[in-house]
């Protein structure tokens, strides 16, 4: 089991940029898939971002492309989410998960979920 914890959110203006930081421990391995999604009011849980452990690749949801960006730390227990350019729509909790094997879109398919950390977008 990994155990996950979120940091990071806040209350920013339109146009204006967060970072969120997502720390894991327990059964922590190189071949773990960590990723960030977010759930607003009234609406599914949606896949934002994540990065394949094995091959590196970075996924991004069509809505945060080009204004967000996903890196993993060193020791591959940290997960972060560089935001910018952030819009009101983007209003929502912000949580990190954790799965074994690839990496997917797929909110069901991830085992180990933070907390969460709201992110607000507002004027």
């Known amino acids: 089991q990994v155990r996950l914890m979120e940091s990071g959110g806040g209350s920013v203006p339109p146009g204006g940029s967060l970072r969120l930081s997502c720390v894991a421990s327990?059964?922590?391995?190189?071949?773990?898939?960590m990723g960030w999604f977010r759930q607003a009011p009234g609406k599914e849980r949606e896949g934002v971002a994540h990065i394949n452990p094995s091959s590196g690749y970075t996924y991004y949801s069509d809505s945060v492309k080009g204004r967000f960006t996903v890196s993993r730390g060193n020791t591959k227990a940290s997960l972060f989410l560089q935001m910018d350019n952030l819009k009101p729509e983007d209003t929502a909790m912000y949580y990190c998960a954790a799965r074994s094997g690839m990496c997917s879109t797929s909110p069901t398919l991830f085992a180990d979920w933070g907390q969460g950390t709201q992110v607000t977008v507002s004027s």
């Open positions: 327990g059964h922590i391995y190189s071949t773990l898939c």
